[in-house]
C-alpha cells in the first residue's frame, strides 16, 4: 500500500491544509483544513478512492470502472489539482460523481453529490420518455404516488399512459 504523501502547509483554492484527519471508514486518509471564509473543514481523500476504482487492477470492483475504460484526466494525478478543481466535498454524505456514467474522472464530468443522486446515475437504471424527456422509472412512479415497484409492474401489462391512468392503492 502507498504512503500518503503529506500535505500539511499546502494551500488549495480557498483551504489550507493543517493537519492530518482520521482516515476514513475506508483507511482512505482525511485532512483537516482552514476556509478563508474562517470555517473548518475535513476533506475525505475520494481522489484515493478514483484512483484505486480505475487503475488498481487488484481493486474489487476495478472492472466496473477502469475495466471498462474509465480513466482519470491526466491533470488529477495530482492531488493538489483534484482539490484546486473540484474543492472540497461538502460535507459527509458526499462523494465523487460522473454525470456521464460511461464518461471519465474530468473537470465537466464530476460532480460532489449524495448517495441519492449517485442511486440515480447508475447503468441500470430504466429511463422512459416521459413529458418531452428521459425519466427514472423511479422519478416518475414517486410524481404519481405509486412505488417503483407498482408501476414497473403494471408497465409489463400496459402502456405508461395508462400505467398512470390508474390511481395508487390506498
Known sequence: MSR????????????????????????QAQWNCLCDCGGAVTVRNS???????CLNKD???????????????????????????????PGRGYSLERLNNDGNYAPGNVIWATQKVQTNNTRRNRRML???????????????GLTYRALEKRLRKMTLETALSIPPRQ
Open 130 to 144: 416521459f413529458n418531452g424527456g428521459l425519466k427514472l422509472i423511479s422519478e416518475i412512479a414517486a410524481k404519481h
Open 47 to 53: 481522489w484515493s478512492h478514483m484512483r484505486r476504482r
Open 59 to 89: 481493486f474489487k470492483d476495478y472492472a466496473q470502472w477502469g475495466g471498462r475504460g474509465i480513466t482519470i484526466d491526466p491533470r488529477w494525478e495530482s492531488f493538489a489539482q483534484f482539490l484546486s478543481d473540484m474543492g472540497p466535498s
Open 4 to 27: 500518503t504523501k503529506n500535505i500539511v502547509g499546502q494551500k488549495f483554492d480557498r483551504l489550507l491544509v493543517i493537519s492530518r484527519g482520521p482516515n476514513d471508514a475506508y483507511g
